[in-house]
């Protein structure tokens, strides 16, 4: 359904009905997605019912991302009990990595801004992979981790898998480049904006307590990638304020 309605989006006249009608095909997608146009975050005056009512309350570009994000939820459920909460804080850092990378986007003049959303939700897909992995050999008694022996594992090995994972799953460059490149060390006027931007949100997601990990700097020089994308720290902190405040309803939407 993900690629059908990146096929159809393509297109220069594509429509809201042509774009629902892609959607109807998977009945689970169809049911989240019409309760998300009905949430406090995207709720009109009316409430919708159908699909074909949901998708120009939220406009077709806002769909795509909408889909891609409930598409993306299922991989992140385990009924292993010790990796439910891993999975869970791997999803809340993925959403809230989606939404500030759109707000960077729209920030920085991007046309394209809500492209940035499906970025910032699949740069670390290589971690979420990569746990399943380990929990299907566990499954098998082939191995014994725990969430502490793991993390040092996916952290170092995430990347390139993630980029072979989002190039195997036929998702253009921009996408590998965000999931190879944005745990760099170092970036140049050179680097694509999409890792700039990717890596900037993955960074100030850890100031809201959306990250497996935390961080107590408050300062430009926390975040290289903001000075080549020529943000100012307040403008960050506004960003995080808003993406911190959806974040208290959106972990439930999909």
């Known amino acids: 359904v993900v690629m059908?309605?990146?096929?159809?989006?393509?297109?220069?006249?594509?429509?809201?009905?042509e774009v629902a009608a892609a959607i109807e095909k998977d009945a689970v997608i169809s049911l989240r997605l019409i309760a998300t146009a009905n949430s406090p975050l995207y709720r009109g005056a009316k409430k919708v019912l159908t699909v074909r009512e949901a998708v120009p309350r939220l406009g077709i570009?806002?769909?795509q991302s909408i889909v891609n994000a409930i598409a993306n939820r299922g991989l992140y459920e385990t009924t292993n009990e010790e990796f439910t909460a891993l999975m869970?804080?791997?999803?809340?850092?993925?959403?809230?990595?989606?939404?500030?990378?759109?707000?960077?986007?729209?920030?920085?003049?991007?046309?394209?801004?809500?492209?940035?959303?499906t970025y910032g939700l699949v740069h670390d897909i290589g971690k979420v992979l990569l746990v399943r992995a380990a929990l299907e050999k566990m499954q098998r008694?082939?191995?014994?981790?725990?969430?502490?022996?793991?993390?040092?594992?996916i952290q170092n090995a995430h990347t390139e898998i993630g980029a072979l994972l989002l190039e195997r799953w036929g998702f253009p460059e921009q996408f590998k480049n965000a999931a190879l490149l944005h745990e760099n060390d170092s970036y140049s006027e050179a680097t694509p904006h999409e890792v700039l931007v990717v890596n900037l949100a993955n960074l100030l997601t850890r100031s809201f307590g959306c990250s497996l990990f935390s961080s107590?700097?408050?300062t430009s020089a926390a975040y290289p990638a903001a000075q080549l994308l020529k943000i100012e720290m307040a403008a960050l902190q506004s960003i995080a304020a808003e993406v911190k405040s959806i974040m208290h309803d959106s972990p439930t939407l999909f």
């Open 4 to 17: 059908d309605i990146q096929r159809v989006i393509k297109s220069p006249i594509a429509t809201t009905q």
């Open 141 to 153: 008694g082939v191995a014994d981790m725990t969430t502490d022996t793991i993390l040092p594992l």
């Open 61 to 63: 570009k806002q769909t």
């Open 88 to 117: 869970q804080r791997l999803w809340l850092h993925a959403l809230a990595s989606a939404y500030t990378a759109r707000a960077i986007a729209k920030l920085t003049k991007r046309d394209d801004y809500e492209i940035y959303f």
């Open 216 to 218: 107590d700097e408050n």
